[in-house]
C-alpha cells in the first residue's frame, strides 16, 4: 500500500496548491475576461484530482508485489549462517546470472545472483517472496500454491566495497515445479537480460558470451531443431549458427539476431535444419564475424548427432 500512500498523498498537495491558486485569483483579480476563463480551468482540474484521490483511495485494499502478504516462514538470510548443503548450492551459482530455488529440509531456499560481468557490480536485495494461489483459493500454505513469486531489487554500485551480487531469502518448504517461480525485478540496471520472464531459465557465467539452454552437449536431435540460449557483447547483436560435419566442413551457417546487445544478454531462438543424414555427428559453433579482419570467433561449440 505504499505506492497507494504515495500517490494520494501527491494528489492531496496538487489540490491544496490549486485550491491555494484559486483563492488568490478570485480575491485578487476579480471574475471578469481571462481570469473567470482561467478560474473555471482550475476548478476542473481541483475536481479532476479529487476523482483521482477518490480512486487511489479505492485502490488501498489492494498491495504492490513488495507488499504482499510474504510467504510463511519467509526470512532474509546470512550467507555465512547458510547450511553447509546451502552454501554448497549458493556458491555453484554466485558467479553468473541467476534466480532459482530449492528445497533443504524443511525450508526452500530462494538464491538471486546478478554478477555477469565478473567484479561486483551490484546490489541485490530479495524485498519478498509470496505465493500464488493453487486451485484451493488461496496461497496461505505452502499445498494450496500453483506458483511463487521472488520481488527483487537490483541496483548498479560504483564502489565494490558496497556491491552484494547475492541475496538469499528461505520460506517454509513449498512443493512447487521450477517453472512456477517467477522472479520480478525491480530498480533493475546494465547489465540487464532480456526475455519473456525476467530473469533467465539457466545460469550465466561471468565470463561468457554466449550461453546455449537447448540441446544440451551430445544429445541426439532431429534434422530440423532450435537452439535457445543467451548472448551478449556481440555487434549489434548478432550471432551466427555453423553447423560442421564429421569431416569439419560448414554445411550450413544460419544468423540470428539476439534480444539484447552490449552489456545486456539477450535470449534467442534458432531454427536450424541440418543437411545431413540420421545418425552422423555434427558439431555446433555459435559465434560472431570480426568486424576488423572479418575472422570467425566461435564462442560457444559443441558436438550433436543428428537422431535416428
Not at 204 to 223: E, F, K, N, R
Amino acid at each position: 500500500m505504499t505506492g497507494v500512500r504515495k500517490a494520494a498523498t501527491a494528489i492531496l498537495a496538487a489540490i491544496s496548491v490549486l485550491s491555494l491558486v484559486l483563492a488568490a485569483c478570485a480575491g485578487m483579480l476579480g471574475s471578469g475576461g481571462e481570469t473567470a476563463e482561467r478560474i473555471r480551468e482550475l476548478e476542473a482540474q481541483v475536481e479532476r484530482l479529487q476523482s483521482e484521490l477518490e480512486a487511489a483511495r479505492a485502490a488501498g485494499t489492494g498491495s504492490s508485489p513488495v507488499n504482499e502478504e510474504p510467504a510463511p516462514g519467509f526470512r532474509h538470510e546470512d550467507l555465512d549462517d547458510l547450511p553447509a548443503d546451502v552454501r554448497a548450492w549458493v556458491d555453484v551459482h554466485r558467479d553468473s546470472q541467476a534466480g532459482i530455488a530449492r528445497t533443504f529440509g524443511g525450508r526452500t531456499y530462494v538464491l538471486v545472483a546478478y554478477n555477469q560481468a565478473g567484479a561486483p557490480q551490484h546490489r541485490v536485495a530479495i524485498e519478498n517472496v509470496y505465493l500464488v494461489p493453487g486451485s484451493g483459493g488461496t496461497a496461505g500454505a505452502g499445498a494450496d500454491a500453483s506458483g511463487a513469486v521472488v520481488v527483487v531489487n537490483v541496483a548498479h554500485v560504483d564502489d565494490a566495497a558496497r556491491a552484494e551480487p547475492v541475496a538469499v531469502a528461505s520460506i517454509d518448504a513449498v512443493d512447487i515445479e521450477p517453472d512456477g517461480w517467477r522472479f520480478d525485478l525491480i530498480d533493475r540496471s546494465l547489465p540487464r537480460l532480456f526475455n519473456a520472464h525476467g530473469l533467465p531459465d539457466a545460469t550465466l557465467p561471468a565470463g561468457y558470451t554466449v550461453v546455449v539452454i537447448d540441446p544440451a552437449p551430445g544429445s541426439a536431435v532431429p534434422a530440423s531443431f532450435h537452439v535457445r540460449g543467451y548472448a551478449r557483447n556481440l555487434f549489434e547483436a548478432n550471432l551466427v549458427a555453423r553447423v560442421m560435419d564429421g569431416a569439419g566442413l560448414v554445411v550450413l551457417e544460419q544468423p540470428t539476431t539476439a534480444a539484447a546487445c552490449c552489456f545486456d544478454w539477450g535470449s534467442f531462438d534458432l531454427a536450424l535444419e541440418v543437411p545431413l543424414p540420421a545418425g552422423d555427428d555434427f558439431t555446433l559453433e555459435l559465434g560472431d564475424y570480426d568486424m576488423a579482419d572479418g575472422q570467425w570467433k566461435a564462442r560457444q561449440r559443441m558436438t550433436l548427432r543428428v537422431a535416428p
